[in-house]
């Protein structure tokens, strides 16, 4: 079983920076596809970015070129680097786990943590 217990969200004017971190129980952290999702109120919960276990990287367009996602087999963690934040990213940031990478972009992932919120205010 894979637990993720995420940090790191919090307040933050538009166009300032945040860095959320994913901490991962268990052995077997490298052969997970990791990703980051959110949600806003009153909205579904979308794909932000996702980290394959073969070092493949994707995000959504409306992060591109803003947001990095990046893991450290190692520390069993994951990392999402916000730049240039909007208001329109405020959402609650979920961390999720599969071995499916398929699985895992689609919102199927087995294992998500708790969330941490981020606010952007204007």
């Known amino acids: 079983q894979v637990q993720l217990v995420e940090s790191g969200g919090g307040l933050v004017q538009a166009g300032g920076s945040l860095r959320l971190s994913c901490a991962a129980s268990?052995?077997?952290?490298?052969?997970?596809?990791m990703g980051w999702f959110r949600q806003a109120p009153g909205s579904d919960r979308d794909f932000v970015a996702t980290?394959?276990?073969?070092?493949?990287?994707y995000y959504a367009g409306s992060v591109k070129g803003r947001f990095t996602i990046s893991r450290d087999n190692a520390k069993n963690t994951v990392y999402l680097q916000m730049n240039a934040l909007k208001p329109e990213d405020t959402a609650v940031y979920y961390c999720a786990a599969d071995i499916s990478p398929v699985h895992l972009s689609a919102g199927r992932a087995d294992h998500w943590g708790q969330g941490t919120q981020v606010t952007v205010s204007s």
């Open positions: 268990g052995r077997t952290f490298s052969t997970y596809a």
């Open positions: 980290h394959t276990s073969d070092d493949r990287i």
